[in-house]
């Protein structure tokens, strides 16, 4: 049914839904790879589609900016649409000097001083992990490919700039290896809903060397994580 955020009709959305943050990237993905591709969105120009890769049904769909953006689309895709899986596929800032731009990290946890699991659902954990499931099976498609992964904890923040880092306030023992701003929402929505969700985000910039990509590349040139992601389903 739809939902005040998806326009979508009952069964047009596949149980798998690769979610980049940038719906124009949505829309590169539908393109390049998809056969049969239907648009099952367009409300706010939050981009979807559903197609065909390899003879398996998915939905690409955009999640927007941050914590609130993507809890929105994946409670509703999950809770209305019974999408099964949803693999988040994005960019991050690398922490650690062993991250180099266009390495790719699938997440394990994410930490984040967000509110938004105690606004949902009451919960107070700081600390969320991604489908183990889902993750081994991302894995074992990468060795299969060649594509090497990096795997750690990450940080999602509220805040794209900030005066101060939030490293500074991260407790001990957590020492996360990047920063982006949507996993924590994603798999806390996908814990209290018993659905499944990961996360794979390729280094777009380095906080370490200074490094970075343009907003263009940004959108097209990240094409091993979404192949990855793709042959993972």
Not at 114 to 132: H, Q
Not at 194 to 201: D, F, G, R, T
């Amino acid at each position: 049914m739809p939902t005040p955020h998806i326009e979508a009709k009952e069964g047009t959305i596949a149980e798998v839904v690769l979610m980049p943050g940038d719906p124009l990237r949505a829309k590169f993905i539908a393109e390049k790879y998809l056969e049969n591709v239907e648009l099952i969105n367009i409300v706010r120009n939050m981009n979807g589609y559903t197609g065909y890769y390899k003879n398996k049904r998915v939905t690409v769909m955009g999640s927007g900016m941050g914590i609130p953006s993507i809890g929105i689309y994946a409670y509703e895709l999950y809770k209305f649409y019974d999408v099964k899986k949803i693999i988040r596929i994005g960019s991050c800032g690398g922490y650690v000097p062993s991250l180099n731009i266009y390495d790719i990290i699938l997440v394990d946890n994410s930490y984040s001083e967000s509110s938004f699991a105690y606004a949902l659902s009451g919960c107070i954990e700081n600390v969320i992990g991604a489908s183990k499931t889902l993750n081994r099976q991302i894995e074992e498609t990468s060795k299969k490919l060649g594509i090497n992964l990096y795997r750690g904890t990450i940080l999602t923040t509220d805040a794209f700039y900030s005066e101060v880092s939030p490293l500074t306030r991260v407790p001990n023992g957590i020492d996360p290896i990047a920063v982006e701003m949507e996993a924590f929402g994603l798999f806390h929505v996908a814990n209290i809903l018993n659905k499944e969700a990961s996360c794979l985000v390729t280094v777009t910039d380095s906080f370490v060397t200074k490094e970075e990509i343009s907003s263009t590349a940004r959108e097209k040139s990240l094409i091993k994580m979404i192949e990855l992601a793709l042959e993972s389903i």
